[in-house]
């Protein structure tokens, strides 16, 4: 349903990832997931190594962070974080490279058949203890995901390799480079999961990828005596695929109902390709999620690319990697275009959800002067959701609530498809996206006033 296919610009599709470089200071946001901001362990002037636990979990939808560098801790603090407002930070000034022994950093490939150890409940727990999140941007604790409520139950694991927004490229690296890792991530997902079914999502723009990862599917689940059967599914080009609902309707022809229902609701568990990558390196490698594949990309950018870099890294110290930030006026992107977040700052560090940094140059980034309406339900035939975008921005223009909510207002995905295709250049997703986040505001102080 609905959807737009903007001018893909994945300019760094073939560019091999490189090791960013270590900060001389990283700064750890303790909110980097879904539900209660972690809590701080340490204290000013503790000695860490990279993978020590820096803050626990504060609460059951939460998660814990681990260091991604050796040093001091220099201060627990606030700093400005993705949304523009400061928020409690835990900084770390660098030295060396030290790594906690426990954690496995050789090459070699561990296979599920290697460790009889491994139940579902083992590998949730090392999920669980590991921070490991949504890496698609949600970061929504994987944990939870695979330990679904008694009323729904789910028959398979779709792996989310869609990566439909325009730029960026980590998750498709990502598969060309470690194609072996994800797929033990994603036969340790339907163990935890308690599903022997598993599909991975890839839109057709990426031939190399959907042939290596259907051979090595073939070879490693789709062989006799395996328990587990692995489908790679080739997608039609159409933002926003990689949607959770619109990922599960494409490969297995449900609908997810409004919410609160989830893609489980339906028998789903869907999870990022880059989450199936951290739940191998967490499970096989005991490895804490501290560092991520991210893309650093514009057009007027000198040298854009991948890297993979150490979490609380600022986006300053990858921009210098790739030439510096270009002249002239830019907005700089935590994400894509379409979905991502403008930031206030180039000091703003790399966190569990950040799979991309974008610069966009002023002439592209500029919006038009918003028009009257002119009725021509563009936003509506976009919609993935099948929603009235018009009448949602217009009622939470106006603040009518009540409505809005009855409109399913909380079912807004905020992909942006309407605002891009409105010919009269309105304001539709930031309009929808105050009141969406309004009425959930008023949801939640319902239900609590019933308890």
């Known amino acids: 349903m609905g959807g737009i296919h903007p ?84 900084i770390i000034n660098v030295e060396g490279d030290e790594w906690e022994e426990s954690i496995d950093r050789s090459d070699k490939l561990e296979l599920v058949a290697a460790h009889p150890e491994l139940t579902p409940e083992e590998i949730v727990k090392r999920v669980q203890n590991a921070g490991v999140v949504g890496m698609g941007g949600a970061c929504f604790p994987t944990f ?28 498709y690296r990502l598969m060309m480079e470690h194609a072996d890792e994800i797929l033990v991530g994603l036969e340790l997902l339907m163990i935890g999961a308690k599903v022997t079914k598993g599909y991975i999502g890839i839109e057709t723009n990426k031939p190399a990828a959907i042939e290596l990862l259907t051979k090595k599917c073939d070879e490693k689940f789709n062989i006799a005596g395996s328990k587990f059967n692995v489908e790679v599914v080739p997608l039609k080009q159409r933002y926003p695929q990689g949607g959770e609902k619109q ?69 300053k110290d990858l921009i ?56 021509c339900a563009k936003c509506v035939g976009v919609c993935p959701m099948g929603l009235e975008p018009y009448l949602l921005a217009k009622l939470s223009e106006v603040k009518n609530w009540e409505r809005a909510e009855s409109e399913d207002i909380t079912s807004c995905i905020e992909c942006g498809s309407c605002q891009y295709t409105c010919p009269a250049y309105r304001p539709l997703l930031d309009n929808i996206r105050l009141g969406k986040s309004t009425v959930m505001g008023i949801i939640r102080a319902r239900a609590a006033a019933k308890k």
């Open 144 to 171: 939870i995901k695979l330990t679904p409520p008694p009323t729904a139950k789910a028959e398979c694991v779709i792996i989310n390799a869609v990566e439909c927004e325009p730029y960026i490229t980590a998750d």
């Open 320 to 375: 210098d990697a790739c030439g510096g930030m270009p002249e002239g006026d830019n907005k700089l992107l935590a994400g894509g275009p379409m979905m991502g977040k403008a930031l206030t700052s180039v000091e703003v560090p790399i966190c569990k959800g950040t799979n991309s940094v974008t610069i966009i140059s002023d002439d592209e980034a500029r919006r038009k002067d918003a028009q009257p309406c002119i009725r």
């Open 247 to 315: 990922l599960v309707d494409a490969v297995i022809n449900r609908q997810v109902p409004a919410p609160p229902a989830i893609p489980v609701n339906v028998g789903a568990i869907v999870q990022n390709v880059g989450t199936a990558f951290a739940v191998y390196e967490a499970v096989m490698k005991n490895k804490p999620l501290f560092e991520r594949y991210t893309t650093v990309t514009g057009k007027k950018l000198q040298n854009p690319g991948n890297f993979l870099v150490r979490m609380g890294t600022p986006m």
């Open 7 to 90: 001018a893909e610009n994945k300019l760094t599709h073939e560019v091999a990832t490189k090791v960013a470089a270590l900060p001389k200071q990283a700064i750890f946001p303790l909110g980097q997931h879904i539900g209660a901001p972690a809590k701080p362990v340490v204290q000013k002037g503790d000695k860490v190594k990279v993978g020590t636990m820096i803050a626990e979990a504060g609460g059951f939808v939460s998660a814990p962070i681990f260091s991604s560098v050796s040093g001091t801790v220099f201060k627990i603090d606030t700093a400005i974080d993705a949304t523009g407002y400061r928020k409690p930070v835990i």
